[in-house]
């Protein structure tokens, strides 16, 4: 079963992104492109039973300009999925 993370959109600081075959305490973490460095914050957490879904995702103030993607950590920590590059102005 393949993990999926898909970036919708980002609009006014918030991410829409969807989501399929992530489960239960998989995480989903913000990683600066030029840098490779996961973000410590934002980091959502799954708690649906149900493994689609979407999310929204809403970015600190602390995350600065640049190109950015959603990488799907599954339990274990490991990376499932990868989104898209999009630019954060």
Same mark, same amino acid.
């Given at each position: 079963?393949?993990?999926?993370?898909?970036?919708?959109?980002?609009?006014?600081?918030?991410?829409?992104?969807?989501?399929?075959?992530?489960?239960?305490?998989?995480?989903?973490?913000?990683?600066?492109?030029?840098? *490779? +460095?996961?973000? %410590?914050?934002? #980091?959502?957490?799954?708690? $649906?039973?149900?493994?689609?879904?979407?999310?929204?995702?809403?970015?600190?103030?602390?995350?600065?300009?640049?190109?950015?993607?959603?990488?799907?950590?599954?339990?274990? *920590? +490991?990376?499932? %999925?990868?989104? #898209?590059?999009?630019?954060? $102005?």
């Amino acid at each position: 079963m393949k993990s999926i993370i898909n970036f919708v959109e980002l609009e006014n600081r918030v991410i829409s992104a969807t989501y399929r075959n992530l489960m239960i305490r998989a995480k989903v973490v913000l990683v600066d492109k030029a840098s *490779g +460095e996961q973000l %410590a914050d934002p #980091v959502i957490t799954i708690a $649906s039973p149900v493994p689609n879904g979407s999310l929204r995702i809403r970015l600190p103030d602390s995350i600065k300009a640049g190109v950015y993607y959603l990488m799907a950590l599954n339990g274990h *920590g +490991e990376a499932a %999925a990868q989104s #898209v590059e999009f630019q954060v $102005s």
